[in-house]
Nanobody
Framework: QVQLVESGGGSVQAGGSLRLSCAASGRTFSNYVMAWFRQAPGKEREFVAGMQWSSSTTYYADSVKGRITISRDNAKNTVYLQMNTLKPEDSAVYYC?????????????????WGQGTQVTVSS
């Protein structure tokens, strides 16, 4: 079965960096869109960044452009989220997600597969 396993979360001070990883298994993801979402307490899950695996086309939420980069390693079947210049408002549980249609979409309900999430806490 498909599994997405996130890792790399933690606690950092504002201005710091973290790299999240999402190890994907269970099928070939070459035709999939991989994305990162986040959810803070009391808020809806929101799109952060996405990548079309086959073309490496990327798309970012305006709130993270210039600070966060999504990338992949084909050999490891892993997607990364490099987060720099972190702010307290970036604190949330970060989820890896995947869907098998063409196009990077920002609506969580359109994603078929989800990881369990990893906590990111940024202190001021």
């Amino acid at each position: 079965q498909v599994q997405l396993v996130e890792s790399g979360g933690g606690s950092v001070q504002a201005g710091g960096s973290l790299r999240l990883s999402c190890a994907a298994s269970g099928r070939t993801f070459s035709n999939y869109v991989m994305a990162w979402f986040r959810q803070a307490p009391g808020k809806e899950r929101e799109f952060v960044a996405g990548m079309q695996w086959s073309s490496s086309t990327t798309y970012y939420a305006d709130s993270v452009k210039g600070r966060i980069t999504i990338s992949r390693d084909n050999a490891k079947n892993t997607v990364y989220l490099q987060m720099n210049t972190l702010k307290p408002e970036d604190s949330a549980v970060y989820y890896c997600a995947a869907h098998g249609r063409i196009g990077i979409v920002t609506f969580p309900r359109l994603y078929e597969y989800w990881g369990q999430g990893t906590q990111v806490t940024v202190s001021s």
